[in-house]
């Protein structure tokens, strides 16, 4: 969980940590080494991923969730009769954090619901979840236009505490016939303070090297949208993370420890969708490219 509190908390424990170092002789390389092991991002889930198991049985496949060890949860949409009063207490009761929200942009009735949606998870990091595609991508006014939005967007969230980001597909990252990619467009145009999601796997399908797509964004990509697939494919099935064609050891080795959340989401997948969400887990933790729960 991401929230104002809580890195004001996590800021003040490092403060008190790093004096107890300096007074300590030994302590702080000792510190600096335990640093160095652990992996800068946690792992999360997209719900959107469980949406079928969710559908049948909330409560149960939440907790199968939390009994893998996943750090956090990001939510999407729960089914229609569940509140967002619900669906909080249950991640509370399961000690799920909500590491951000993806949420409709912040305009009319849609602005209630986004700070409904904070209050209810205690997050505070939102995501316009950027479906479907919006023609507008394909000219620089488009774009142009879109900068406008999504900056309004932002000083709506600010206004209220909250932070307002944007999350990819493939479209983001086609080549438009004026020149140039939507999002390295559209960067220059926003707010510095707004956010990238970044999903490797569709900037892969879209042919570009997801690696350097997260170096090129830096630490305005804190989120990352982890996916793999056997076959890049805009609808084709997909395979537990580390089990396709992505490098993720280089996609974090180019992230350069700007990450804070790798969050897996398979939206369809070849084999049972609780067993690759379980194995993307134990390949990310194992392979020390983020770390579970502590």
Request: proline share 4%.
């Amino acid at each position: 969980m991401i929230s104002t509190q809580q890195t004001r908390r996590d800021f003040l424990k490092a403060v008190g940590a790093g004096a107890v170092a300096l007074a300590l002789p030994g302590c702080r390389s000792a510190a600096e080494q335990q640093a160095q092991t652990q992996p800068a991002a946690q792992v999360g889930l997209q719900l959107w991923t469980l949406r079928k198991e969710i559908e049948q049985d909330m409560a149960g496949t939440l907790r199968r969730v939390a009994e893998m060890g996943y750090a956090g949860v990001e939510t999407a949409f729960f089914p229609e009769d569940v509140t967002l009063g619900q669906a909080g207490k249950l991640l509370r009761d399961l000690g799920l954090p909500v590491c951000a929200a993806h949420v409709e942009i912040p305009v009319g009735e849609h602005r209630d619901v986004m700070l409904a949606t904070a209050e209810a998870y205690d997050c505070d990091l939102m995501v316009w979840h950027g479906w479907p595609e919006d023609e507008r991508y394909q000219t620089i006014d488009g774009i142009k236009r879109l900068a406008e939005i999504y900056n309004e967007a932002f000083a709506f969230a600010q206004s209220n505490g909250l932070r307002f980001g944007l999350h990819n597909h493939w479209w983001e990252f086609q080549e438009i016939a004026e020149g140039g990619y939507p999002f390295y467009l559209i960067k220059e145009m926003l707010e510095p303070e707004i956010f990238f999601e970044i999903d490797t796997y569709w900037t892969k399908v879209a042919g570009l090297d997801p690696a350097q797509v997260v170096g090129d964004f830096g630490r305005q990509a804190p989120l990352l949208h982890i996916k793999d697939a056997t076959v890049l494919d805009t609808e084709g099935p997909m395979v537990a993370v580390g089990q396709g064609l992505q490098d993720f050891p280089a996609i974090a080795r180019a992230a350069n420890g700007a990450t804070q959340w790798m969050i897996v989401e398979l939206d369809v997948c070849e084999t049972d969708m609780l067993e690759a969400v379980a194995q993307s887990y134990r390949y990310l933790t194992e392979n020390r490219l983020a770390r579970g729960r502590v």
